[in-house]
């Protein structure tokens, strides 16, 4: 893990499973350069955009988790990038669950302080019938609730289960508490992405600037 200029970091995590090249940049803009691997870094677009405020380029192997994680960075206004080669060979646990691990981790140290922070943020967000809240608190304490009632055994090419084990791993990487439930919603690819998107939306009002420089939210006068 390396901390860089800015609210950003960049990571490489290699374990039998897995192997994870991770830039993460929580204000949008330029990326930090990540240091070469043997990681496979061609772009694949089907989860690729790039603007003037925002660099996202992800391929973790699996087209649905690819989508949920272009959502998350888009909605939240990071820049991201991630390669994850895993053992697909024996199913998507290790992959999709190791990238949220990454993905918290660099979360936590682009953060760095939640002094100067909203460090609350909450969100309600629609994707045609469904329906989805999420609730986070970047209080160093990492807990989870994750509720999305999804049906179906997969979507595409990712087990539906991991969708919340996801969402766990990443509260337990960052050091962030998190609900996040859908309300409704009969389709299940409408309901997992309302919620990734009403995560994102409410990461964004907690890692909101409030002006108040030095000032850490909480009575205990430290959380990170």
Request: proline share 2%; hydrophobic share 40%; net charge negative.
């Amino acid at each position: 893990m390396a901390s860089t200029e800015g609210r950003s970091a960049t990571l490489n995590r290699d374990t039998n499973e897995t192997k994870i090249k991770l830039s993460l940049n929580l204000d949008g803009g330029a990326l930090p350069a990540i240091e070469e691997t043997g990681v496979n870094c061609e772009q694949k677009s089907h989860a690729a955009q790039s603007s003037k405020s925002q660099e996202i380029d992800i391929d973790t192997g699996i087209g649905f988790l690819d989508h949920m994680l272009h959502a998350l960075a888009k909605h939240a206004g990071w820049s991201l990038y991630i390669r994850t080669r895993g053992d697909l060979h024996i199913d998507d646990h290790h992959s999709a669950e190791d990238t949220f691990i990454a993905l918290g981790s660099a979360f936590k140290s682009a953060l760095r302080t939640t002094s100067g922070l909203a460090r609350f943020g909450s969100a309600y967000a629609p994707l045609d019938e469904a329906l989805s809240r999420a609730v986070i608190d970047l209080s160093n304490r990492p807990f989870s609730v994750i509720n999305l009632e999804l049906k179906r055994e997969k979507i595409g090419d990712l087990s539906t289960e991991m969708l919340p084990h996801c969402l766990q791993s990443f509260a337990q990487g960052a050091g962030v508490t998190l609900h996040v439930d859908c309300i409704r919603g009969e389709n299940d690819h409408h309901r997992a992405e309302s919620a990734f998107k009403a995560l994102a939306c409410a990461i964004r009002m907690a890692c909101a600037k409030t002006g108040r420089e030095g000032e850490v939210p909480s009575t205990k006068g430290v959380l990170f």
